[in-house]
Structures are given as C-alpha cells and as structure tokens.
C-alpha cells in the first residue's frame, strides 16, 4: 500500500510538505504543490482518513433523519443532501423513524455514539423534547428541515407552507369552487397545520363560509388520502374539489374517484403539494404545488458545514418560497 513516504520521494519533498498539501495546513508553492499532486494521482495514493479525522476530532460523517423514505418528496432532500455533502469529502448516515420519535430517538442515539459531525433532521413531530435535549445536551450540530422546533435551537430550513395552502385555495376558488374539502396532514406536524391554515384563509378573503365536515384528517400516506375522499364523497352534499395538503395523499384521492366513477376534473378537481415526480405521470397530471424539495437538502448541507465551520455564529431560520403548477386534474384544456 502506497503511504505518504512513497509520495514524498516521488516529488522529492519531505512528507510533512506532502502533508501540508492535502490538508491545506501552509504554504507551498505552487510548483511544488503540482508535484506533490502528481504523484499522488500517479501512485494512486489515498490518505488514512480515519487517522486524519482522529487526529482533527472529525470523521467527516453526518446524520441524517427523515419520517418516510417511501415518500418521493423525502427521497428528494436525502438527495439534495447527499450530493452537497458528496463533493465536500463527507459520507452520510441515514435513519428512517416512520415517524415514530421512538425510533428516531434510538437513530439519534445511533449517531451520538458513531461520533457524526452533524445532524440534518426532519423530526418525527412538530417539538420532540426528547430529540432537542438528547441532540443539545451532545452538543451536536444540528440543521432542521421542514419543522418548526424551537427559536434558536438550531439551523432551520422551512417553505412557506401557510401561502401554499393560500394560494391553491384560492386558485381553486377562482375556477368557481365554493365546496372545497381538505385532506390534512398530521395535525402535530407544522407543514399540515400551516398549509391548512393557509386553506381557512382563502376561503374567509374569498367569504365562503367554512364547512367542518369538509376537512378530513390524513397522515401523508396515500391511503389515507383514498379512505378520506371516500368519506367525502360520501356527503350528501360532496365538495366539488379537494385540496390534499401533500401530493400523495392527492394521489389516493384520485384513485378514490376513479372508483367512485367520478370524472376528474369535471366532477371533482384535485390538487395536492409538494411536486414530486409521479404527479407528473399519472393521468389526469396534478395540479399541485411546487416546493424545491432538492434545495431543501443541499441548503440543509451546506448550513450544517458551515456550522461546523463557524460553531459560534448565530443559527438561521430560512423559508424559501413555493409556486403553483396548474395541470389537468384540475382544469379541462
């Protein structure tokens, strides 16, 4: 195995100039930077990056916590995350808690003891007190996505749930729906209770009384969003359109009116949240609104870098913005 003497001799340097060329530690010129480089790639050198991160009390890995690694729009941030992270020399731990603050107590735990430099965490509830005491009282750097936890906790990364939920209500409202229903989320996750707040909003500028029994609860899971426009459908008076505060529960939603016999959108338009890339491929195509779930994670990954970086600066709250995409399950061409 090719060590860092074998380098050294090969661009006729010290090994501690060889050592100061990979970790950036002091000057070289750059002359002798380029033959150190050469023979690195020549001889095919790697470095002990265990030994490396001892030494710097690093292991260059980080954590990372999602609730459902079969949802499309998760898979996106563990995306955005890992590619950020890839180019920056680190490596990734993935937990999956099913959203159960339980097991992402004992993923946390996990992290603790594998000594990870950060975690980025989309939490299994809105304020896990568990998670926040167990992740500061470790002194774990720690970037938030998607959750509202506690005001200077840590980094966090949010859209603007409550103008989503606005704004497709009140596209809804402007194609001339006044019965719509609302598939929620979870009612302790932030993103489900803003999004529908978002909703009760357009619906009092637009002066349509709110009816109750038009908003049903789900869990973010496609199931849930069939089981509840079952339930919808069922009313003797049935909503004309759904809004379901994430796409695959709107996904379960069509597929509840494609049973029903119901022709979409003429007899119920749909429209769900989040954009991901199925919603594109079923038909009818649905409207929906778009958040940039891959931004998600590489802002997410770059914030926690810099934390590790700057351990001292003051922690960020960042909402970045969402858009409307109109498509046919809402709207005949």
Known sequence: MTTIRDVAKQAAVSPSTVSHVLNDTRFVSETTRERVLAAVKELHYRPNILARSLR???????????????NPFFAEIVHGVEDFIFDESYTLLLGNSDGNSEKELVYLDLF??????????????A??????DLLAA?????VIVDREIEAGFSDTILVDNLAGGYQITSY??????????????????????????????ALEAAGVPLAPQLIIAGDFHSASGYRAAQTLFALPERPTAIFACNDMMALGVLGAAHDAGLAVPREVAVAGFDNIELGKLILPRLTTIAQ?????????AELLLLRLREPD?????????????????????
């Open 56 to 70: 710097r009390r690093e292991t260059r890995t980080l954590g990372l916590i999602i609730p459902d690694n079969a």
């Open 112 to 125: 603790i003891n594998k000594q990870v430099d950060g975690v980025v965490l989309v939490a299994s509830a």
């Open 127 to 132: 304020k896990n007190r568990a998670s926040i």
């Open 138 to 142: 470790n002194a774990v750097p720690t």
């Open 172 to 201: 809804l409202l402007a194609l001339g729906h006044r019965r719509i229903g609302c598939i929620t989320g979870p009612s302790q996750l932030t993103p489900s209770a803003q999004r529908v707040t978002g909703y009760r909003q």
């Open 292 to 300: 940039p779930t891959y931004k998600l994670g590489s802002l997410a």
């Open 313 to 333: 600066r003051p922690s960020e709250r960042r909402v970045l913005p969402v858009h409307l995409i109109e498509r046919e399950s809402t709207r005949l061409n």
